[in-house]
Nanobody, 117 residues
């Protein structure tokens, strides 16, 4: 099982940037396709960015061109660089294995991102 700790969230003005980090432990991190998700109040959790173990990336249309996912397998860490943030990006952000490939039994606490003027 993979344990996950997300960090890097905060309050940012529209147009600003944040870089989220996700430290993973407990399994062979580099073997997994990983993803970032977010859940806004009153909405379902959605996948915003994915990265395969081989380095291929994919993004939700709502964040394409603004967000970038990356990983450092040596550090067991996944990153999400978020630029040109909008108020609608406000949510709790989580990382995890990519649920399109794996069953997910555990979620970390996530990190809150608030975009507001």
């Amino acid at each position: 099982q993979v344990q996950l700790v997300e960090s890097g969230g905060g309050l940012v003005h529209p147009g600003g940037s944040l870089r989220l980090s996700c430290a993973a432990s407990g399994s062979i991190f580099s073997n997994y396709n990983m993803a970032w998700y977010r859940q806004a109040p009153g909405k379902q959790r959605e996948l915003v960015a994915g990265m395969t173990s081989g380095g291929n990336t994919n993004y939700a249309d709502s964040v394409k061109g603004r967000f970038a996912i990356s990983r450092d397998n040596a550090k067991n860490t996944v990153y999400l660089q978020m630029n040109s943030l909008k108020p609608e990006d406000t949510a709790v952000y989580y990382c995890n294995k990519d649920l399109r490939y794996y069953h997910i039994a555990y979620w970390g606490q996530g990190t809150q991102v608030t975009v507001s003027s």
